[in-house]
């Protein structure tokens, strides 16, 4: 299902809002002493963030069913998302994207997808522990990797147990 004038227009619109509003959380977050992880690796094409996007939502979206109705609405009519299920504990959505071509691994409207698309992984980033979809390329990275690579290899451990950490501190550079 490729997207249309009207429906590329209605994208367009929303991704400005989107742009805004992130550039803006990001902004204070930064403000506020946060540092978000680096992002290494390229995109390897796997498609696995196309296979089953999921949306985490407010509270308020989540408590107001109008209001959670409409939210929904909009993602199946604008964006092409069909909810597939919910996970109540984490306030999430999860759609399969029509837009989706599974036997090719390929977007039919990629052009006009919309922000929570362009944002992965980098939404994920701003987490204290970044987990990306199994298959993609990009690798969070410690923004401080350096300094705790050269204090690592000063400590009595083993290759295991250095490895280990260097996993679990992101610090693959």
Known sequence: MRDGLLRRGLKG????GFLATRGLDRALARLAGQRPFLLAGACC??????EDPSI??????WALPIWRRVVLAWHEHVNGFVLQGTDRSARVFVFRCTH??????????????PGMCRDYPRVQL????????????YRPVSPDAKRFLHVLSEQPMTDEQRARLKKNLFLDE
């Not at 094409?45 to 196309?50: D, L, P, R």
């Not at 985490?56 to 979206?61: D, H, S, Y």
């Not at 989706?100 to 039919?108: I, K, L, P």
């Not at 970044?130 to 390329?137: H, N």
């Open 13 to 16: 619109i929303a991704l400005v």
């Open 45 to 50: 094409q796997s498609g696995a963030c196309c």
């Open 56 to 61: 985490r939502v407010g509270r308020i979206t």
């Open 100 to 113: 989706f071509d599974r036997a090719t691994r390929r977007c039919d409207s990629y052009s006009s997808r």
């Open 126 to 137: 701003y987490q204290l522990s970044p987990e990306l979809l199994p298959g993609c390329g």
